[in-house]
């Protein structure tokens, strides 16, 4: 029998794939459509027909950033002349502009500011929070909580218990690109590592915060990285449950100081979510972000394992900064269309995984 027969036995009878089929399964001479019925099947067991989006909108409030990784695009130094820094009126303005077209949540991130206090981060919650107290609050990933211990001299954990009081609601799943050290030293060397990532998440499910978790894929990482990274979000999964959902990236050179690197194409896009939803058999959810695909591939990659389609996405600019030529944002009428034309059925969901159900400009979760 075939290693790849091993697999698709051990898969069909709820097995756990080694490290080794893992990697096995990046080989350029394996058969993608086979590859991908296989995590399609997962990916039915789990979800059923259901595809699940949000009405969302992102929020960068500054591009000014300490760290300035090779990997981004966005970040600039303060005296850079696209240097921004939102206002308060500004920030406000944006959230009921979210508010106003009935979105469920902001997804607030942006560079890690050199002189802002721990206090303006939390303060920007604070009125968010308040004026808009429906919108939840997807904010700060686990770099800019270790920044905020590292300003502050407090724990993860307090920390993370003020900034639920202020109202977050969930950290995104930023900032993990690739844990392996030697991949991080060329792509992000001075932002938190991967032990400082995963403790934050770790603190933040005991916590009872749900966090999600991303992987940054195609620059100069190998199959043994990827899988390496896969694998230690399982264990912490497994640890503690507190992950909703896994959303693979695709890194985006233009502008980025690795611009001579090319981007991954289709197909390695669709591998790559494909072992994601086979690897990560303790994660409810995969997410298709079609900003970083691009709308066909995000598409397409509902038949690879992905059944979560973020978003409606409104203002968004970290990957449009590295090239990505997706719209800047799509209606729910485009894409629950793209949803059904792949033959599944669309549900709105909340930031937390729970039906929305609409009544004019009223909802309500289940
Ligand atoms: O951590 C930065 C990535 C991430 C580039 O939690 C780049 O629901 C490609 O994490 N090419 C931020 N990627 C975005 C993110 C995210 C997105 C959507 C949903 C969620 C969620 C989280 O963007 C960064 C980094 O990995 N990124 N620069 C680039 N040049
Ligand atoms: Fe800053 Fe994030 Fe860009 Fe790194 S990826 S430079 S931490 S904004």
Redesign the pocket.
């Known amino acids: 029998m075939t290693m790849f027969n091993q697999i698709e036995e051990k898969i069909h009878g709820g097995g756990r794939l080694t490290a080794e089929e893992g990697v096995f399964l990046f080989r350029a001479e394996i058969d993608l459509h086979r590859l991908g019925r296989l995590a399609d099947r997962v990916r039915r067991e789990k979800n059923g027909d259901a595809v699940c989006y949000n009405l969302n909108a992102h929020l960068n409030p500054t591009n000014i950033c300490l760290y300035r990784?090779p990997?981004?695009?966005?970040s600039c130094n303060a005296d850079d002349e696209k240097a921004f820094l939102m206002t308060d009126d500004e920030i406000l303005a944006r959230g009921r502009e979210a508010a106003e077209n009935g979105c469920t949540e902001l997804?607030i991130?942006g560079g890690v500011h050199p002189d802002k206090p721990f206090q303006w981060y939390r303060d920007l919650l604070v009125r968010l929070h308040e004026d808009f107290p429906r919108i939840l609050l997807?904010a700060w990933?686990a770099?800019e909580i270790s920044r905020f211990v590292h300003l502050t001299g407090r724990s993860v954990e307090n920390i993370l218990c003020e900034l639920m009081d202020a109202g977050l609601c969930c950290?995104?799943?930023?900032?993990?690109?690739i844990f392996a050290p030697e991949v991080r030293r060329q792509i992000c060397p001075a932002k938190a590592d991967a032990e400082t990532w995963l403790d934050v998440h770790r603190t933040a499910h005991r916590l009872g915060l749900k966090?999600?978790?991303?992987m940054?894929f195609g620059h100069v990482e190998t199959a043994e990285h990827r899988i390496d990274h896969l694998i230690r979000l399982r264990e912490l999964q497994d640890e503690t449950g507190g992950f909703q959902?896994f959303?693979p990236?695709?890194?985006?050179?233009?502008?980025?100081e690795l611009s001579h690197l090319r981007r991954p194409t289709g197909l390695e896009d669709l591998r790559t979510m494909a072992v994601s939803r086979l690897m990560l058999d303790n994660f409810p959810h995969v997410?298709a972000?079609w900003?970083?695909l691009g709308v066909p591939t995000a598409q397409i990659a509902l038949g690879f394992g992905a059944d979560d389609l973020?978003g409606t996405v409104r203002h968004e600019r970290?990957?449009h900064?590295?090239?990505?030529t997706a719209p800047e944002i799509l209606t729910v009428g485009q894409l629950e269309a793209l949803i059904r034309e792949a033959g599944r059925t669309p549900v709105e969901r909340d930031t937390l995984y729970r039906s929305v159900r609409r009544d004019g400009l009223q909802w309500s979760v289940s």
């Open positions: 990784c990997l981004c695009a966005y997804h991130v997807k990933t770099v950290l995104p799943g930023g900032g993990a690109e966090t999600n978790a991303t940054l959902t959303i990236l695709a890194f985006h050179p233009d502008g980025t997410k972000y900003i970083s973020d970290i990957h900064d590295a090239g990505s």
